[in-house]
């Protein structure tokens, strides 16, 4: 008699989350048949957010990479977006990829110089890296220099699919680019979180994972260290090109300032991984809609408003260090995506000899 054993990670609770999360995302395709203007609106910040919030979690939560310069890739996704837009007239839909396709040639020098720094100074240097980038744009003339630019209206007017989207909901073109880009951004965020946990779970995600725990012992036992960061760099570098150009496209106006906040797209976004639950798939999903609502309730407190936000961050990181979904697993054991291995099985069979 021999015991038969398997590898998993699948759990009741994550069989139950992925027939949840089909249901929801066709609940939200749906979203323009009931849902207002203005919900659709909040609704793609919120989606546009939790993508860049994934992408910054694969890179520091499952990557150990923690940067503060990703601000960087939003700018230069977006500016690319209308550099093509406004001098190459071409179609602004198509031209969210290649936002992501020239903020993937950003991160090439950028990781360059950044993987030889560490800790801090890794930080640090993404962060001024951002600044250069920023400062550079700021010199295009093109596309409205230091003041900006706005996309023509030409150029919106004639966007593919607006006319069929206006025609099928019987609303106004602004309306209906409303919920082209909403679209868009549930169909870019539900793939990075499938892409992100696909990747997990695989052998190159165990490698991820030895990486940020221990590069040296991760390089001992075969794990190509730097192959794995560049993977991820770039991963996360050209999720987030696509994610500003949306963004940026849907706003219809530019400027650097704007473009390479750090404040918007860096600082919100580890706001919301880090009260999420970092180095979880689950985390970024939580963090957005505590962030998101916590916006909606005290944005009009101006400067006050930051300063909230930092001292519920501060009280988070105290009375629960692993975040509101570590807090939550801690206490229920509940895995909606999990990537941990388990041994399961040891049914006895028969072994004839």
């Known amino acids: 008699m021999s015991a038969r054993y398997s590898v998993t990670t699948r759990t009741p609770a994550s069989t139950g989350a992925l027939i949840a ?3 929801l995302v066709v609940l939200l395709a749906l979203a323009p048949l009931y849902a207002s203007r203005g919900l659709i609106q909040d609704l793609f910040f919120i ?86 980038a920023r400062l550079g744009v700021a010199q295009w003339r093109s596309v409205g220099g230091g003041t900006g630019t706005s996309l023509p209206r030409d150029a919106l007017g004639d966007m593919m ?25 549930l169909a870019l965020a539900a793939g990075t979180i499938a892409g992100i946990y696909a990747l997990l779970r695989t052998r190159r995600g165990l490698a991820l994972a030895a990486v ?35 963004i940026y496209l849907q706003k219809a106006r530019i400027s650097p300032d704007a473009a390479f906040s750090v404040t918007d797209w860096t600082a919100y976004v580890i706001f919301i991984v880090v009260i999420g639950c970092i180095g979880t798939i689950e985390g970024p999903i939580i963090g957005v ?8 309730l005290l944005a009009d407190y101006g400067s006050w408003y930051l300063m909230l936000l930092g001292l519920i961050g501060i009280a988070v990181m105290l009375f629960a260090p692993r975040g509101l979904w570590g807090l939550i697993s801690e206490k229920t054991g509940l895995q909606l995506f999990p990537i941990r291995r388990r041994l399961v099985g040891g049914v006895l069979t028969s072994k004839e000899g």
């Open 47 to 132: 989606l546009t957010m939790l993508t860049l919030a994934q992408f910054w979690n694969l890179l520091a939560g499952y990557g150990g990479l923690v940067s503060v310069g990703q601000q960087a890739f939003v700018g230069i996704g977006a500016y690319a977006l209308y550099g093509v837009v406004i001098l190459g007239g071409v179609d602004p839909v198509p031209a969210i990829l290649l936002g992501g396709v020239a903020a993937l040639v950003l991160a090439i020098p950028t990781a360059f110089f950044a993987f030889r720094l560490q800790g801090a100074y890794f930080a640090i240097g993404t962060w001024v890296i951002a600044e250069i």
């Open 289 to 296: 809609l505590v962030f998101f609502l916590l916006q909606s």
């Open 21 to 23: 999360a089909l249901a």
């Open 161 to 185: 699919l607006v006319e069929g989207i206006a025609a099928l909901f019987d609303v106004r073109a602004s309306a209906a680019r409303d919920i082209l880009a909403y679209w868009l951004a």
């Open 212 to 246: 940020r725990d221990n590069t040296e012992a991760a390089r001992s036992v075969g794990v190509d260290a730097g192959r794995m960061k560049w993977l991820v760099f770039l991963t996360a570098a050209f999720g987030t090109g696509l994610a500003g150009g949306l």
